[in-house]
């Protein structure tokens, strides 16, 4: 197994996680706020979001989100570039998915277009952010839209059982 091999893996792992928080998922649960925190809606959205953000801006082209025209499936109309960096509890409360379940199948795309990219075996040693101490290379970044998905899904996971009284079954 190589390094390609082992970020292919774990990129699949956020989605693979997200269909099982998915499962049976009620529209009202999927966008209750406990405590005024994060919906699992806006944590999904995000886990998609933020990995389709970064993705663009490693390999140009377009982003999963126009090509699937995932705003329209959705029922959320942001702006390409927004990944939900910085928003309110009230940004969060006014995400509403109308389709809940397409959710996975957006995340799962996101996750087919970095295993697409990462196939094209890119130089994951190239430093493209210089501007950090030490400087960021594209392994880092890849490694860093995993990792960020992977801690939102668990956090989906998390509220799902605060709001459904339900487990993971692990």
Not at 6 to 31: F, T, W
């Amino acid at each position: 197994m190589n390094s390609i091999d082992i970020l292919i893996d774990a990129a699949g792992r956020p989605a693979a996680s997200a269909h099982v928080v998915l499962r049976d998922l009620s529209q009202k649960a999927a966008h209750a706020m406990p405590s005024g925190g994060n919906s699992i809606a806006w944590l999904l959205w995000h886990a998609a979001r933020q990995m389709d953000v970064q993705l663009l801006a490693l390999s140009g082209g377009e982003s999963v989100w126009r090509s699937g025209d995932w705003a329209q499936r959705l029922g959320v109309h942001r702006d390409e570039d927004d990944f939900g960096m910085g928003d309110s509890p009230d940004d969060v409360s006014a995400l509403q998915v109308s389709d809940v379940a397409a959710l996975g199948e957006y995340l799962g795309a996101c996750v087919e277009a970095l295993v697409a990219y990462l196939r094209t075996a890119p130089d994951l040693g190239e430093v493209i952010d210089a501007s950090y101490t030490p400087p960021v290379t594209r392994a880092t970044r890849i490694l860093s839209m995993v990792n960020d998905a992977v801690t939102h899904v668990g956090q989906a996971a998390y509220v799902r059982g605060i709001v459904d009284d339900w487990s993971i079954g692990v």
